[in-house]
């Protein structure tokens, strides 16, 4: 699976409780709209934009109502989230933002339907 490009990579399973990083939080994030007479911000550069924190782990693009983005990130501390939060809403390209802090994990197999 490995040769065909079906696995791409490995991932340590973690139990953040242990470590200094134990808060973790789905973030749901809003592009900003486009306004005619200004610049559009491209979704490539917001997306280049997160890929640079530390904090963030995950980025998965979805299409929902009142969101498009679906960002799980990591945190020391529930002030480190909160400023987090802050710091997104100054970066081009995003509206508006929403927050859920994740209070347990559980780690799946792999799914059945794969050969």
């Avoid at 808060?23 to 640079?52: F, M, Q, Y």
């Avoid at 679906?70 to 929403?98: D, H, M, N, P």
């Amino acid at each position: 699976m490995e040769r065909d490009g079906i696995i791409v990579g490995y991932k340590a399973l973690i139990d953040f409780e242990k470590t200094t990083w134990p808060i973790s939080a789905l973030l749901l994030i809003n592009w900003a709209e486009g306004v005619p007479g200004t610049r559009h911000i491209p979704k490539k550069d917001v997306l280049h934009t997160l890929k640079r924190y530390n904090e963030i782990e995950e980025i998965i693009e979805v299409q929902a109502a009142y969101f498009d983005l679906v960002v799980k990130a990591r945190f020391q501390g529930l002030k480190k989230l909160s400023a987090f939060i802050e710091e997104l809403r100054y970066i081009e390209g995003i509206e508006e933002t929403s927050s859920a802090i994740i209070t347990d994990e559980t780690v799946m197999p792999p799914p059945r339907f794969i050969d």
